[in-house]
């Protein structure tokens, strides 16, 4: 392979990424409350947001439903992905907050800091 050919195409594709992150293609906005429980009540059917706990980073969060359903929220890349519990997911104290374990490997653990609502300090 001549090796101008192969320094132009990886200066194209250079260009290329760059220009894609310039114009912000592919970087989701970190989570907010309102973006949290509209996604939770978007991605399962019949639920209903109640509050909601966002990780320090705001790329994680635990969504409490009207009926005490729950639902995991975490950006993965691009995406957001996320877990339905009826009953609450594993969780413990820890000195910066509550660690909330899915019991998926995939998906993780959420790390929530202080301060948090009450309806996840009781789960």
Aim: aromatic residues 6%; glycine residues 8%.
């Amino acid at each position: 392979m001549d090796a101008a050919l192969l320094l132009g195409s990886l200066a194209a594709i250079l260009m290329l990424a760059a220009m894609a992150r310039g114009l912000g293609l592919g970087i989701p906005d970190p989570l907010d409350e309102a973006a949290a429980m509209r996604v939770a009540e978007q991605t399962v059917a019949g639920f209903a947001a109640h509050s909601v706990a966002l990780a320090k980073d705001n790329r994680a969060a635990v969504v409490t439903g009207i009926d005490g359903d729950i639902v995991l929220l975490k950006m993965l890349g691009a995406r957001i992905a996320a877990r339905y519990f009826l009953t609450p997911p594993h969780r413990h104290e820890t000195p910066e907050g509550i660690e909330v374990d899915s019991g998926d490997p995939w998906f993780g653990r959420i790390k929530l800091a202080r301060p948090y609502p009450t309806e996840v300090s009781e789960f």
